[in-house]
């Protein structure tokens, strides 16, 4: 009885638009009822922005593996010497967004990277640069709060003003990567190397103030707890309360392939990825769009989670290496064709858009 009192509970808040505590998102976690949770995630979906999936058509641009940080639950970084390691020149960006450019529907570039150890802001800046001269309809989301905070360490220079000096070279739009847990608990343990969680929300807040929209994730099924998953949602919806720049939330769930945590810790279940999904659509109920990342999640998977809560399902990728190094076993691109298939046959009307959610086509 005790159980099914917490759900009407629940179910009553959300249906009269009231906001979950934390002691419900905690309940939640510790819920069997998915289908209930799923029904009532897609009721919350459907009233914040109707029937239309997100999708955009974009190239990944990894700049460089060698990174400074070497986060316990990355198969991605490298050291310099290692094998496999690589560093793009900027010769090599152009030719990787050349090739995807073919597509006449390519609409952005997302740029993200290791923390070269020896790379200077300019470094990294230039890419931006270039690229945004030489492909200026392209919009460009890039780096993560985790790598602005980098750009500010190893510079000298203010968040701010690492922000305004990107947005000036062709920026709009800040990825959502790097937020992990957002509790120093579970960062001190995995990636003490990087930004503290308040240094990334601050990064993002700062961005907002400045006109740059930013996405923000959650990297889940590690070492955090259900409590401390609870948190880090509390801490976007906060600073969404004060800012309204966040444009979309991704979870992320953990791939322990090829990282340090895979004899420790097992990839996460279907169960626990929709359960993760529905809940973050009723605690982030000030966030439009929730993206259901089909590269991680795998593309069946994510084509359910449009219906526990999701609304955006990112987009073609053109090529992706971070997630697949740790073990992904979705494709690394999707031809348009297939993602649109993938949103009607779940019911819902594909919308192509740029790095800010700008509608570009709506195919009916």
Not at 345 to 352: I, K, L, N, Q, S
Request: neutral net charge; hydrophobic residues 40%.
């Amino acid at each position: 009885m005790f159980v099914r009192g917490e759900l009407e509970k629940i179910e009553r808040k959300v249906l009269n638009g009231k906001r979950l505590s934390r002691e419900d998102g905690e309940f939640l976690f510790n819920c069997n009822e998915l289908t209930w949770l799923g029904s009532l995630a897609d009721y919350v979906r459907k009233k914040i922005c109707g029937d239309l999936v997100y999708y955009n058509v974009n190239c990944h641009v990894n700049l460089t593996n060698i990174c400074r940080a070497r986060c316990k639950f990355c198969a991605f970084g490298r050291g310099a010497e290692d094998k496999g390691s690589y560093a793009m020149t900027i010769d090599d960006a152009i030719k990787l967004v050349e090739e995807a450019n073919r597509d006449p529907h390519l609409s952005g570039l997302h740029i993200v990277s290791g923390l070269h150890p020896t790379w200077s802001f300019e470094n990294y800046l230039a890419f931006v640069e270039v690229l945004h001269e030489k492909f200026p309809r392209l919009h460009i989301k890039g780096f993560t709060g985790v790598e602005i905070q980098h750009f500010a360490n190893i510079s000298g220079l203010s968040v701010e003003k690492i922000l305004i000096r990107l947005k000036e070279a062709g920026l709009e739009a800040i990825a959502g990567g790097g937020a992990e847990i957002l509790t120093d608990r579970v960062r001190n343990l995995l990636c003490p190397k990087k930004c503290s969680a308040d240094q990334w929300l601050n990064v993002a807040r700062t961005a907002h103030k400045l006109g740059i929209k930013t996405n923000a994730s959650m990297l889940y099924g590690h070492i955090e707890t259900f409590a401390e998953r609870v948190e880090h949602l509390i801490r976007l919806r906060e600073l969404q309360d004060e800012t309204g720049g966040f444009q979309t939330f991704i979870c992320f769930p953990f791939l322990p392939k090829n990282t340090a945590l895979e004899k420790e810790i097992k990839q996460t279940s279907m169960w626990d990825d929709l359960r993760t999904m529905a809940i973050s659509r009723l605690m982030l109920d000030n966030f439009q769009n929730i993206k259901a990342y089909w590269v991680m999640l795998t593309v069946p998977v994510a084509q359910v989670a449009l219906s526990f809560g999701a609304n955006d399902i990112d987009g073609t990728i053109h090529r992706e290496n971070i997630l697949h190094d740790a073990g992904a076993t979705s494709p690394r691109s999707l031809a348009e064709d297939e993602i649109i298939r993938i949103i009607r046959e779940a019911g819902r009307t594909p919308a192509a858009v740029d790095c800010n959610f700008n509608i570009r086509r709506i195919i009916t």
